[in-house]
């Protein structure tokens, strides 16, 4: 796989190159990846007829605060404490390596967790709420630190992700791309 200014190539010389969408309710974004045969909205259902969670159905996150948002109210709090000069790249990796670790330990021990998390307390959901806080607020500041637009990022992953795993070829299968032949 390969990605220029076109876009991402494939193996097999397939394109997928981002472009300017739509969501499904009409607002402005580049949710959709513009493909060789139409677009693919990753909101849409699955083309191979399986049923595919609908928005009402799932959960979902509030619109703000956005990225660049929780960026923003991080520098001010790291500007206000003069903190800037521990928050190099370095620095903030291993910071949020070790925040990952405390949202393990709240995992560990307790077999497979179904989601929702039925059977946890409001006090267990909000504790996990704070280190998945503390997660993204670390990626978050990474990121601008490296100079990594995230939303863009994501993006251009999906749609190599798309490439490697296509699902007319992985449905329901969780080896890794290495795994399928052709």
């Not at 929780?70 to 790291?78: G, L, S, V, Y």
């Not at 989601?115 to 993204?136: C, F, K, M, N, Q």
Request: charged content about 30%.
């Amino acid at each position: 796989m390969t990605m220029n200014g076109d876009g991402v190539h494939g193996l097999n010389g397939e394109t997928v190159a981002l472009s300017e969408a739509k969501h499904i309710n009409g607002t402005p974004s580049k949710s959709k990846i513009a493909c060789e045969n139409g677009e693919a909205d990753i909101h849409a259902a699955k083309r191979n007829g399986t049923k595919r969670r609908t928005p009402s159905d799932t959960f979902s996150f509030t619109a703000e605060p956005t990225i660049d948002d929780i960026r923003r109210m991080q520098a001010e709090f790291t500007d206000e404490r003069d903190w800037n000069q521990f928050h190099q790249p370095r620095n903030l990796l291993l910071a949020m390596v070790g925040e990952v670790g405390e949202v393990s330990e709240l995992f560990q021990w307790r077999g497979e967790v179904t989601e929702g998390l039925p059977g946890w307390t409001d006090s267990e959901r909000e504790h996990l709420a704070h280190e998945l806080s503390d997660v993204l607020i670390y990626l978050v500041e990474l990121a601008e630190k490296c100079h990594i637009d995230l939303p863009q990022a994501v993006l251009r992953k999906m749609a190599l992700n798309r490439l490697k795993y296509p699902a007319s070829k992985v449905h329901g299968s969780s080896k890794k791309y290495t795994e399928y032949k052709d």
